[in-house]
């Protein structure tokens, strides 16, 4: 167990609608990254957080959007959904000093969306 | 690093024998680290282990130790003594560019036969 977790674990819904998936991350972690996992692209960096502020941006489409609150826990919007939104959806967290490389990330268990 | 690669889509290995999956990056940073993750069929992305570019000594973690050759550019994950439970994706990472983000491999399928 990484400390860090997501919900729902499962998610189907159809096209065009709009999804919210959560993650808290470990006790003591600022950031919070996002990525998504498809079988065709791999793992990708959508965005990350420190401390309720953006830091990051990675290939995160217009359609999908994030926040940080003040109690460390994230949210990833995605919204008007596709089929090819299909895919594994990490929440990881981390320390957060700032432009660290040595820090390890730590991911949840995920969430499977299915688009329909 | 920039990017990393992966060349192995697929390894098999007997149980109780050691693997090498291999590992390459590209980078022009001087201070960096490279990581290991494991992900079961279940989708966890599990922490395996670390190596900074500057440590002395090459990582070892229980079973998983890292042969890491900074001259080649690669950070090769061993996993000895393999059991049934390590079948499983492996994949290398290391933070890329400016962004704070991981880069990852594509990954290495790695199947332990009974």
């Known amino acids: 167990d990484s400390g860090v977790t997501q919900t729902p674990k499962h998610l189907i819904t159809a096209t065009g609608q709009r999804v919210t998936l959560r993650c808290s991350p470990r006790?003591?972690?600022?950031?919070v990254y996002w990525y998504q996992q498809s079988l065709d692209q791999g793992l990708q960096f959508l965005i990350q957080?420190?401390?309720?502020?953006?830091?990051a941006k990675g290939n995160i489409l217009e359609r999908f959007s994030a926040q940080q609150f003040p109690d460390l826990h994230s949210e990833l919007n995605l919204s008007s959904l596709e089929l090819g939104d299909s895919a594994l959806y990490f929440c990881?967290?981390?320390?957060?000093?700032?432009?660290?490389?040595?820090?390890?990330?730590?991911f949840g268990p995920g969430t499977r969306l299915l688009v329909l | 690093a920039q990017k990393i690669t992966q060349t192995q889509p697929g390894m098999f290995v007997q149980e109780k024998e050691a693997v090498t999956l291999d590992c390459t990056y590209d980078?022009?940073?001087?201070?960096?680290?490279l990581f290991w993750y494991k992900q079961p069929s279940s989708g966890e992305m599990i922490f395996l282990i670390y190596?900074?570019?500057?440590?002395?000594q090459n990582a070892t973690e229980g079973r998983y130790s890292l042969n890491f050759q900074k001259a080649r550019k690669s950070a090769n994950l061993v996993i000895s003594a393999s059991q049934l439970g390590d079948s499983a994706m492996y994949f290398c990472?290391?933070?890329?560019?400016?962004?704070?983000?991981?880069?990852f491999g594509k990954g290495t399928k790695l199947s332990v036969k009974p």
């Open positions: 190596q900074g570019s500057y440590d002395e």
């Open positions: 990881a967290s981390s320390v957060g000093r700032r432009r660290a490389k040595s820090e390890t990330q730590y």
């Open positions: 990472a290391s933070y890329g560019g400016s962004q704070g983000n991981l880069i």
């Open positions: 980078t022009s940073d001087q201070s960096y680290g």
């Open positions: 957080y420190y401390n309720g502020e953006e830091r």
């Open positions: 006790s003591g972690d600022l950031s």
